[in-house]
C-alpha cells in the first residue's frame, strides 16, 4: 500500500484526442473515420516506476470491417533498474527493428506501411535489457503463453563499431515452431542508411525478409528517404496472389519486392508538407500519399492528405484497399 500511494503521488498524466474523419471515393462515396480518446500515466521515480495507457476508439461507421468501439488497455507495466540495467513486467509497447517502414525483425506488431510511424498496441511480455558499456548492450523478452513451448522468446546483442549500430537478433518458440534469426545495422555516413535481414523456419518453410534504406537532408530542409523491402515467401506473379492472407491478418504484403519513397520539406517547425509512394515492383501498382502537416497550437496538430491507389485489376493494392482514393483530415490534440 505505501508503494501504490508513492505512485499516486507522483503520477504523470497525458494523453491526446484524435479525431481522423476520411472521404473514400470508389463506386461511390463513403464518409468514415473514427474519434480516438488515450490517457496515458507513468510514475517519475528512477530506479522504479509504472505506467499505464487507456485507449477509447469510436469509430463513425460500425460496418467498416477494421473499426472498434472499445476500450482496450495497450499498455499496463511496472518496470525497476536504472537506464543501464532495466526490467519491465506487464502490457507493454516493443519496438525491434531498426527499418522504418517495412520491419522485418518485428514478430510483434502488424506492420502498417500506409502509415510510418503508427502507434502500435502493447503485448503482454517480460523484458529486460543491459547496457554493459558504451559499445555494447543485451535484451532478452519472453511473451509469455499458456505454456513453455508456446511461449516467445527473443534476444538481441548490440554493439557500436567504426559509428555503426550493429544488432544480432535471435527468435523462438518451439510450438508451433518458428526458429529465427537476423541482424540488424544503421549508422550515418555522408546519408543515414539502415538495413535488416532475417531467416527463419516454421512448420512448413523457410522464409527469408531483408530491407535497406537510405536518407539525407538536403539544403533548405528538403528531406529525401527511401526504403526497399524483399521477402522471398512473396509471389512474384500476381494471379498467384492470395488475397484472404491480407483480409485474415496472415499477411501483410503479398508480393516478393517493395520500394517506399518519401520527399517532403520543412520550412519551419510547424508546416512539413511531403509525398510519399509505395511500389509494388512486381505488379506495378502504386500507392500514392501526399500530406501536410501543419501545428495549429503547441498541442494541436492537423494532417490533411490523400491515399490514392493506381494499378490494374490483378495489382494487390487494387485488392486490398477498399477505396480507390481516401481523402483525410486529422486533427489531434495534446493534453
Partial sequence: MPLLLLFLVNLDIGGYIDNRPFLGFSDSIIFSGFTRGLVDMKTDQEIYGAYAAIDL????????????????IPRLAAWVGNYNLRAT??????????SRVFKCLDFFNAVNYLEPGYERSGINAIQASWTFSHRGSIRLL???LNTFDESFYAGRLATNLLKNDIGI??????????????????G?????YWAEAVSWQNDSAEH????????????LSVYLMAEYF???????????????????????????????INAGITPNVLFRPGISAIINLNDRGTTLIPNIFYALYDNVDLNVG?????????????????YDAVVYLWLKAYF
Fill in 142 to 144: 519472453c511473451k509469455p
Fill in 169 to 186: 537478433n535471435t527468435f523462438y518458440q518451439n510450438n508451433p515452431v518458428l526458429k529465427a534469426a537476423g541482424l540488424d545495422l544503421g
Fill in 89 to 98: 513486467l506487464g502490457r507493454q509497447l516493443v519496438n525491434w527493428s531498426t
Fill in 208 to 219: 527469408f525478409k531483408s530491407t535497406i534504406g537510405i536518407d539525407y537532408t538536403l539544403p
Fill in 188 to 192: 550515418e555516413l555522408i546519408f543515414g
Fill in 306 to 322: 490523400a491515399n490514392i491507389a493506381f494499378g490494374d485489376a490483378a495489382s494487390e493494392f487494387k485488392n486490398i484497399n477498399p
Fill in 57 to 72: 476508439m469510436i469509430p463513425f461507421d460500425t460496418s467498416i470491417v477494421q473499426a472498434r468501439n472499445t476500450i482496450e
Fill in 230 to 260: 524483399h521477402d522471398a515467401s512473396g509471389q512474384s506473379d500476381p494471379l498467384q496472389y492470395d488475397f484472404t492472407l491480407i483480409y485474415d491478418d496472415l499477411r501483410s504484403t503479398l508480393a516478393r519486392d517493395y520500394l517506399y
